[in-house]
Nanobody, 121 residues
Framework: QVQLVESGGGLVQPGGSLRLSCVASGSIFRMDGMGWYRQAPGKERESVADIPTGTGIVYADSVKGRFTASRDNAANTVYLQMNSLKAEDTAVYYC???????????????WGQGIQVTVSS
């Protein structure tokens, strides 16, 4: 089993910044992709940023140039630096990781519990 702990959310004014962190722990033989999703009220969950094991971070068009995702493989941690925040960025943000728990297992997907980000004046 893999546990994900998210932190860094909260209330921020438009134009402000927040940094989300997500630490994975538990049965992790190999960490595959890591990323962030969000879900606003009344909307479907959408991908914000995805970091595969290779090169090339994929960002949603709505956050390009404002958000930066990164990962620390040694610490099994993924980050989301959010700058120039807008009201429409208000949502619950979810950490997403794909993990190979044991040497002979397949890759399983895990979700964080979600963390609220509210952008409002």
């Amino acid at each position: 089993q893999v546990q994900l702990v998210e932190s860094g959310g909260g209330l921020v004014q438009p134009g402000g910044s927040l940094r989300l962190s997500c630490v994975a722990s538990g049965s992790i033989f190999r960490m595959d992709g890591m990323g962030w999703y969000r879900q606003a009220p009344g909307k479907e969950r959408e991908s914000v940023a995805d970091i595969p094991t290779g090169t090339g971070i994929v960002y949603a068009d709505s956050v390009k140039g404002r958000f930066t995702a990164s990962r620390d493989n040694a610490a099994n941690t993924v980050y989301l630096q959010m700058n120039s925040l807008k009201a429409e960025d208000t949502a619950v943000y979810y950490c997403n990781v794909r993990v190979q728990p044991w040497p002979r297992s397949g890759v399983l997907q895990y979700w964080g519990q979600g963390i609220q980000v509210t952008v409002s004046s």
